[in-house]
């Protein structure tokens, strides 16, 4: 078998809400598609993949070095011992030339590329890619997997009942756990935010976000007024790269910390882990495979986790996309994040997955799903129409 065409494509995914640190009024996404020259129901597998929100779109990677490698790469280069397409050996394709460090937005292209190789994989192999995973992990993969409803973000004109209006409906829509923006505003005002929203999800249920917004004296002085509440976790205080910051908050807070969604390497996730002060009984990792060179990468960083004591259910991704939901429910992490209403058509899940007490089910379809996504099937039509026939 083989790759006979790469399309990639730019798309919007803005909005008008804020957290501490950006707008996404201008937020957009790399989308490829992976044609490999597999018949299935007389049209080819075609693998797809995306970038998870935060990041901007690498077209000019993927066009420049990415996608062409792959392209010139021998065909039979690609392939495992018995002729499936091997994301492994196409992550060393894609990455020869590039020296280590520095990771940068390089991690972002790839990642894009490893996830359409893992969705044409799996739709090749006629399985989820949950089950394709955890049958390689040689375990049974989970059923269910825990996730908590994402927003509470700052935008123009909201105030405490819409922000509690906003959380009522993720309730209602069976999620127990929700997670606010903190540090867009003074820490009086956000004190209030969150006397608003534990008001509606309760004491216990409320994750706290500042988006390393913070310096030392003010991650210290969130910490210090929110020891009041009993909060979830307080995620990203300070600068993702400052692991001083991170200790200094893990000394003073005794209640779970979350940080790791802006490092993008094994190597990266090693120095938090060694210098970031994080405690394997309670905190909670975030890296998401999506901005970070794809699950190729993934399962180096989660054996860097086994040899720092860290157990994988500790493990719970940023970005609230379907990747990150076969890989926790095929390699058994903690759950995944979560954005009903937001960052659409890319968060959320197949249309047919149910959430009932902050836990989702699994897709039956064969890859990753996406198709099965009604606003995800249009934009891919949008995307792609004119090169391929999207099921
Ligand atoms: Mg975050």
């Not at 359409?116 to 089950?131: F, M, N, V």
Request: proline share 4%; charged share 20%; glycine share 10%.
């Amino acid at each position: 078998m083989r790759i006979t065409a790469i399309y990639d494509s730019v798309e919007s995914i803005a909005s008008p809400i804020q957290n501490a640190y950006i707008d996404f009024s201008k937020m957009t996404c790399s989308v490829v598609a992976i044609v490999t020259d597999v018949i299935q129901d007389g049209l080819p597998i075609v693998g797809y993949g995306f970038n998870s929100n935060g990041r901007y779109a690498a077209s000019g990677l993927l066009k420049e070095r990415f996608i062409p490698r792959l392209m010139a790469a021998d065909p039979d280069s690609l392939l495992d011992g018995s002729g499936l397409l091997d994301p492994h050996r196409a992550w060393q394709v894609m990455m020869t030339n590039e020296k280590p460090g520095g990771h940068g937005e390089r991690s972002v292209a790839v990642g894009v590329l490893d996830m359409a190789l893992w969705d044409a994989l799996a739709k090749i192999e006629e399985k989820p890619l949950y089950q394709l995973l955890a049958a390689r992990a040689g375990r049974l993969p989970d059923e269910r997997v825990w996730v908590y409803a994402a927003g509470g973000y700052y935008y123009p004109g909201k105030d405490y009942s819409a922000l509690q209006d906003e959380f009522r409906s993720y309730l209602d829509l069976g999620y127990i756990v929700c997670k606010m923006k903190i540090g867009g505003a003074d820490l009086a005002e956000d004190c209030k935010r969150i006397e608003a929203a534990l008001a509606v999800v309760g004491e216990g249920n409320l994750c706290v976000d500042a988006n390393g917004r913070f310096d030392l004296d003010t991650t210290l002085a969130y910490a210090e007024a929110m020891r009041q509440y009993d909060l979830f976790w307080y995620e990203e205080a300070g600068d993702p790269l400052d692991y001083g910051i991170q200790t200094a908050l893990a000394e003073a807070y005794d209640r779970p910390i979350a940080t790791g969604e802006n490092l993008f390497s094994h190597q990266d996730a090693r120095n938090l882990l060694r210098y970031g002060g994080m405690r394997a009984d309670r905190d909670y990792l975030q890296f998401d495979c999506a901005l970070s060179y794809g699950l190729v990468e993934y399962y180096r960083t989660l054996a860097v986790l086994h040899e720092e004591g860290w157990s994988a259910r500790r493990v719970v991704p940023h970005g609230g996309h379907q990747m990150s939901l076969h890989i926790a429910a095929g390699l058994g992490l903690g759950g995944n994040e979560s954005y009903p209403g937001v960052f659409q058509p890319f968060g959320g899940f197949s249309d047919e997955l149910q959430i009932a007490e902050s836990q989702v089910n699994l897709p039956s379809s064969a890859g990753l799903g996406l198709e099965k996504k009604a606003n995800y099937h249009a934009m891919l039509q949008h995307a792609f129409g004119k090169q391929i026939r999207v099921r």
